[in-house]
């Protein structure tokens, strides 16, 4: 049962075009969210995180919006620029039979073309 | 300030031996959490421990076992290997176990079975 999905294993962006990268979960238990990013033999990078209780969240180039009725969300990236090639990897915390879980996507790559 | 380092970074074994891998994780953090990743299937999680208790555990069979010591360093343990254990095991730690601080992984240790 994936409760949290990447519908798609890569995707390929111009350089200074918009990035959007989609992940869907299914438990409504989940109340805060994350997207890690992960360069080839490293480990995953904390980038932007969102509580269920806010709908956007905004850093520098990157923002994650939140649509807790869909149970969607998404991460931008604008402009992408060629360091941003790499796998994204969305996730979900909540709380549920007594422990906080932490459930991850299947991860998107992204191809950033210059 | 030191990341999370995970040691060793390659190992190479047969079917049927038993592992141990390594994870120091950051300065002050007393959560650490194990996870398995393989092409197309994600990070699935194996277990979080915190205060050299075991927290959270994953969908993993009993072969794949772990501890952590007084200093909060963890060391996961698979016994009788398979072939599909071959995967990239990344260590990830945090502040506590119940938080919304996100987690810092080390590099991994990838695991290759013959």
């Known amino acids: 049962d994936q409760q949290v999905k990447q519908n798609s294993p890569s995707l390929s962006v111009q350089e200074g075009r918009i990035s959007i990268l989609n992940c869907d979960y299914t438990n409504s238990m989940f109340d805060y969210f994350l997207w890690y990013k992960k360069y080839p033999a490293e480990g995953p990078t904390f980038l932007i995180s969102i509580s269920s209780i806010k709908d956007k969240n905004e850093d520098g180039r990157f923002t994650v919006f939140l649509n807790k009725s869909a149970k969607h969300l998404s991460l931008h990236i604008v402009p992408s620029q060629p360091g941003d090639s790499a796998v994204y990897f969305c996730?979900?915390?909540?709380?549920?039979?007594?422990?906080?879980?932490?459930?991850f996507g299947q991860g998107t790559r992204l191809t950033i073309n210059p | 300030k030191a990341g999370v380092t995970q040691t060793p970074r390659y190992l190479i074994k047969t079917r049927g031996q038993q592992v141990t891998l390594s994870c120091s994780p950051i300065s002050g953090h007393r959560s650490v959490s194990w996870y398995q990743q393989t092409p197309g299937q994600g990070l699935q999680f194996l277990f979080e421990?915190?205060?050299?208790?075991?927290?959270n555990k994953g969908n993993f069979p009993g072969r794949f076992s772990g501890r952590q010591f007084s200093n909060s360093r963890s060391e996961m343990n698979v016994s009788t290997l398979e072939l599909g254990d071959s995967a990239l095991y990344l260590c990830a730690s945090s502040v506590g176990s119940n938080s919304n601080q996100p987690q810092h992984f080390g590099d991994g240790t990838r695991l290759s079975i013959l």
């Open positions: 996730a979900a915390k909540g709380v549920w039979q007594g422990a906080q879980k932490l459930v």
């Open positions: 421990y915190f205060s050299e208790t075991q927290r």
